[in-house]
């Protein structure tokens, strides 16, 4: 009971201007003058998730800026570019937070609270706040296709008796198409990623682990591939299954740079270890001139018994089973209208709120999921 007796705030205020930093109690104060007697002072959940937000940022900052020959995500490669619309100049910017590109869809199950995101160019997050899965097409001579870079592509939602997110980039000859959906297996839901790729030469379909997400850095500080079940363990507990054996399996960690520049370079990997949490890894199959090759890549929900899972990982399941799309969908309301796109954006609704709200309503997948 003593510790509320200290004086937190002249302890808080000495210690920050020792420091350097501004007073932050000082700066509180003047926050709360601009409110009038009768009105709020500001949210305190929203303090604490600009503080999050911006956490990030500063290691986005870091990370990003030095590293521009990496692989980064679509809105990072647009975001950075002097050349493109979307350019912020950072000169005077402490963090670096995706501002220009907050567009990502989310894929689930009605009734449970585990919800993969996809972005602009397919590249899918499977665990909340967590690590991301991409796939690439590199040719053996000439330039590769990685959708982050690529100028366009085509998106949509599937919308039978499933949802899922389809993707498809084409360019320099080669095309790659992805579809990622949320499935029930052995029990528990899992993130389903098929990979599809073709190319006029000789090359490789490129299975991905990249430690970002659509808002910045998620750290991968060990990534593990186990040969007898052709799977990645990533960071101790999260497995990543593919349905066939890689023809080659490659990593890398932050002192050697991005894994997309060790491709074929050494020997294969079986495992790395990353203290910057910068850790990067490729499955790749061998793609023959105008044949296609596919390959499926499978995310289990974390059990959340586990301790070694994550808190941030661990979605809750409200219901033991989840609820098939046709019955959740029974007794909801019903649009019938001759244009085709105000139909597909009202099923689209719909189902996107019946997907955000297994037990608790939430506003978003992804940062506003709070």
Request: glycine letters at 6%.
């Amino acid at each position: 009971m003593w510790l509320k007796w200290l004086p937190w705030r002249l302890l808080l205020s000495r210690l920050a201007k020792s420091r350097g930093f501004i007073d932050p109690v000082a700066l509180l104060s003047r926050l709360h003058r601009f409110a009038q007697p009768s009105e709020v002072t500001e949210p305190i959940e929203l303090l604490r998730a600009g503080v999050i937000l911006h956490a990030r940022g500063l290691i986005n900052a870091r990370a990003i800026q030095h590293n521009l020959d990496w692989v980064w995500p679509f809105w990072v490669q647009r975001q950075f570019d002097p050349l493109d619309t979307a350019f912020v100049p950072r000169a005077f910017s402490l963090t670096h937070i995706n501002l220009t590109h907050r567009n990502w869809t989310a894929v689930g199950l009605p009734g449970v609270d585990w919800l993969p995101i996809v972005d602009p160019r397919g590249l899918v997050t499977p665990l909340f706040d967590g690590w991301s899965v991409d796939g690439w097409i590199i040719p053996d001579a000439g330039a590769p296709l990685l959708p982050s870079k690529a100028a366009e592509a085509l998106q949509h939602l599937i919308l039978d008796d499933r949802l899922a997110v389809e993707t498809e980039v084409a360019e320099h000859g080669h095309r790659l198409r992805s579809v990622v959906e949320v499935v029930q297996e052995d029990g528990r839901p899992c993130c389903l990623i098929r990979l599809e790729g073709a190319s006029a030469s000789a090359g490789w379909l490129v299975a991905a682990l990249r430690p970002f997400n659509p808002e910045g850095v998620s750290f991968i500080h060990k990534i593990r591939y186990e040969s007898a079940d052709a799977s990645f363990i990533v960071n101790g507990h999260a497995q990543v299954r593919l349905d066939r054996a890689p023809d080659r399996v490659d990593m890398s960690h932050y002192r050697r740079g991005d894994v997309l520049d060790r491709l074929g370079v050494e020997p294969p990997a079986r495992s790395v270890s990353c203290d910057v949490g910068m850790a990067t890894a490729a499955a790749m199959f061998r793609l023959e001139p105008g044949a296609a090759s596919r390959v499926v890549l499978r995310v289990p929900m974390l059990d959340a018994a586990r301790p070694d899972a994550l808190a941030a990982h661990r979605p809750r399941a409200v219901s033991t089973a989840p609820v098939p799309w046709a019955r959740a969908l029974e007794g909801s309301c019903e649009l019938e209208v001759p244009d085709s796109r105000m139909q597909q954006l009202f099923d689209a609704a719909v189902r996107s709120l019946l997907l955000h709200a297994p037990g608790e309503v939430y506003p978003g997948p992804y940062t506003y999921r709070r």
